[in-house]
């Protein structure tokens, strides 16, 4: 079951604008992640956010958390060329004393020269 | 893709036939996880592991079966009852302290 879903789908900017991504999610949560996948390659952690926290901030990174609307974002400033990647949002989940991560679908971000 | 390593990076299965994929790790963690992705999508869980010599279902463990022997090895086979085993194979782990996971690089499973 997937529990968080990114939009856009694909995204595609000029080298230097701003891209900003959405994830929303079904149930609560206690963290929300985003991580990279760059093309054929494992995912590679960006950033967490916590359940009490509202923004966030990791160099050109900068993720936000509206818990009221299960909703994240993530911005990207800036951004070059090698930000071209997919970009997934997790969730956690805990059942009994197993820890889980579910992924959306992840959005293709496209940063053209 | 830190101290997680995923063999083989391509696999070619023929029908009928069961394949291993892989998975070590150095990390000293005790989670390891199994996700397949099909092109254009999300991950999708398989199987997990929270300790060594016990494992779980994940949402779409129908047709693979794994075994945690060792700390270190999460190998994950894929059966002739997954009939359509064409996608890319993740390998993660995190630690007992730790919420984020880690990847391997992956393994591409193709049907010849």
């Known amino acids: 079951s997937q529990q968080g879903e990114e939009d856009p789908q694909a995204l595609s900017i000029q080298e230097g604008e701003n891209a900003t991504m959405n994830c929303s999610y079904k149930t609560s949560i206690n963290n929300l992640q985003w991580y990279r996948q760059n093309s054929g390659r494992g995912l590679v952690h960006l950033i967490l956010?916590?359940?009490?926290?509202r923004e966030k901030h990791s160099g050109r990174l900068r993720v936000t958390l509206d818990t009221s609307k299960k909703s994240s974002s993530l911005l990207i400033t800036a951004s070059r060329a090698a930000d071209t990647a997919s970009y997934f949002c997790a969730t956690d989940a805990r059942m009994d004393s197993s820890y889980k991560l579910i992924f959306g679908s992840g959005t293709r971000l496209l940063v053209r020269p | 893709d830190g101290g997680i390593t995923q063999s083989p990076k391509y696999l070619f299965r023929k029908e009928g036939q069961n394949v291993t994929l892989s998975c070590e790790q150095n990390l000293n963690h005790d989670a390891m996880y199994w996700y397949r992705q099909d092109p254009g999508q999300g991950l999708r869980l398989i199987y997990y592991s929270q300790i060594v010599n016990d494992f779980q279902k994940g949402d779409i463990a129908e047709g693979y079966s794994v075994s945690r022997e060792k700390k270190e090895s999460f190998p994950l086979t894929v059966t002739s009852a997954q009939k359509n085993p064409t996608a890319f194979y993740l390998c993660a782990t995190h630690g007992s302290s730790q919420e984020t996971q880690y990847f391997g690089p992956g393994t591409r499973l193709l049907v010849l």
């Open positions: 956010i916590r359940s009490n926290e």
